[in-house]
């Protein structure tokens, strides 16, 4: 997978990634370890809303790839 855009909120680094062999997108958080995509908003303090407007969810689904929730 390959990040395609990130942004920083209250600190903590939120990504879109791309599965190119599969046209899947993933939202995903930083752990200190990698990029992780099963994580919960509410549990670390993040509104989603947030996210998806600072994020370019629009392009990602533009570009023909679907979002994959965990």
């Known amino acids: 997978m390959r990040v395609y855009d990130t942004v920083e909120i209250n600190g903590r680094k939120f990504a879109i990634l791309l599965d190119d062999e599969n046209k899947r997108a993933y939202e995903a958080i930083w752990s200190g370890n ?3 995509t099963d994580f919960s908003c509410p549990a670390v303090g993040i509104d989603s809303f947030d996210i998806a ?4 969810f629009e392009g990602v689904q533009k570009m023909g790839y679907t979002f994959y929730w965990i």
């Open 53 to 56: 407007g600072m994020l370019d």
């Open 34 to 36: 990698g990029w992780e």
